[in-house]
């Protein structure tokens, strides 16, 4: 009896060690995903934030493409040093609206995964309006 429940038993050494070496590295393949969608999620925060940056910038009244241009660039400058590689700016500007779009690429935790980063931004560009009914 001892030797049948000795051989079942020996059946089953190492068993243990070759789950470990299976589980291990997709446990930390999922954990590293999960850290490289949370830094994508970062960059595009700070490429949207640069975008209403710089069309809060462009559209005031007295607002130019380079002033958008030159307050998203300072805003990228101070923001993007960690997520958000590469980033790219661009302002255009018409007589009524504003837009601004923003790409770039978040910084790569996995190996071989550049996940790209985009964000847009439009208004209306601002007008003063005097007021007809308070004129004398």
Known sequence: MRARLRSAVDGDRGEVTVELVIATPLLLLALLAIIQLAVWSHATHVAQAAASEALAAARTQDGTTETGLAAGRRLLDDLS????????????????????????????????????????????????????ASAP
């Not at 500007?93 to 931004?121: F, K, N, Q, Y």
């Open 81 to 132: 040093a960690g997520p958000l590689r590469n980033p790219g700016i661009e302002v255009s500007r018409d007589v009524d609206t504003v837009s601004v779009s923003i790409g770039g690429e978040a910084a790569a935790v996995l190996p071989g995964v550049h996940l790209p980063v985009h964000a847009e931004a439009s208004g209306e560009v601002e007008r003063f309006m005097p007021n007809a």
